[in-house]
């Protein structure tokens, strides 16, 4: 690899992808009624102890995400759910939905609370997601569905909360790419305001690239941004959305030699030892570049 490629590469590898933000305008009522009514079904039916009605309002290809990152497909989900979902009724389910957010009129961004009773108590917490029109049944189902930390009076700086859903990311990681060894290391600046990135590009004889990224949250776009440099004087930022356990980018930036570069990375979580990076419609002065795969595991800390 050239070293204006390994520039390239160095700047747009370690751009990550964020979580989506919702947006505060809730349509008309009449616009978003069959959202809300479906989501007010479903908890009629969980408190029925209907768990076969419940199980039919998740898509196939559904995904649940705990505050702790944990993810569940619809046959974990499933599972799940019947062990709480009782025929008799026992336990009970409380929704609202705060916004709704419709794209296209198949898809609904979507946020609230929830609450569940059982006879330990009453649990509850914000949650974020997405539902789908099924096209043959003409329902809305939950694809996407993710719990949101409770408010917590921390003492951290307040992007904090919209940071938090990265924390996975602290630690050691590791990728192999042919000859060249890629190292990361990421760490909370003081007061977890930001997350710091600090990632080398090896081959055996020497360090290629160097790179520093900072990862923040933009209050007035309401969206996680990223800020990068490279020890060759490359440059590049780029804005974060997420779906579900993958987190994907919109990148921008410019090599040390003054060439403009543009890319769409993705990073999915796998679990808490591994992770995918991949960047789609690379472009480098205008002329496009290979997609690019990597494989990250963590370093075991040292004993």
Not at 42 to 51: S, T
Not at 87 to 103: C, E, F, M, R
Not at 140 to 153: A, H, I, K, V
Not at 228 to 250: C, H, L, M, P, S
Request: aromatic share 8%; with cysteine.
């Amino acid at each position: 690899m050239n070293r204006r490629l390994a520039a390239f590469v160095g700047v747009v590898s370690i751009l990550l992808g964020g979580g989506y933000a919702l947006t505060q305008t809730t349509p008309k009522p009449k616009e978003d009624a069959p959202v809300r009514e479906s989501v007010k079904s479903y908890v009629e039916a969980f408190n029925k102890g209907d768990i076969e009605t419940v199980l039919g309002f998740w898509a196939d290809d559904a995904e649940s995400i705990d505050d702790d990152g944990k993810v569940q497909n619809k046959t974990a989900l499933s599972e799940s759910l019947r062990a709480i979902c009782k025929p008799d009724g026992g336990n009970k389910l409380a929704g609202t939905i705060k916004n709704v957010k419709l794209i296209g009129g198949t898809v609904a961004l979507i946020d609230g609370t929830v609450e569940l009773t059982t006879a330990e108590g009453t649990e509850g917490n914000p949650f974020e997601g997405v539902m789908v029109l099924n096209a043959a049944t003409k329902k809305w189902q939950f694809s996407r569905m993710r719990d949101l930390p409770g408010e917590e009076n921390t003492g951290y700086a307040p992007a904090y909360a919209h940071l938090k859903s990265l924390e996975w990311l602290l630690g050691e990681w590791t990728s192999k790419e042919g000859e060249q060894t890629l190292t990361m290391n990421v760490k909370w600046m003081r007061n977890r305001g930001y997350l710091i990135v600090e990632q080398s590009i090896k081959t055996k004889e020497s360090e290629v690239l160097g790179i520093t990224m900072m990862i923040g949250y933009d209050p007035a776009s309401e969206q996680i941004h990223s800020w990068v440099f490279d020890t060759q004087g490359g440059r590049g930022e780029a804005d974060w959305t997420r779906e579900g356990n993958t987190w994907n980018i919109e990148a921008v930036g410019m090599t040390a030699d003054g060439l403009e570069a543009s890319s769409n990375p993705a990073w999915k979580f796998v679990d808490e030892n591994t992770f995918e990076w991949s960047s789609t419609n690379r472009q480098v002065d205008g002329q496009p570049r290979p997609d690019i795969k990597l494989t990250y595991r963590k370093t075991p800390a040292a004993k």
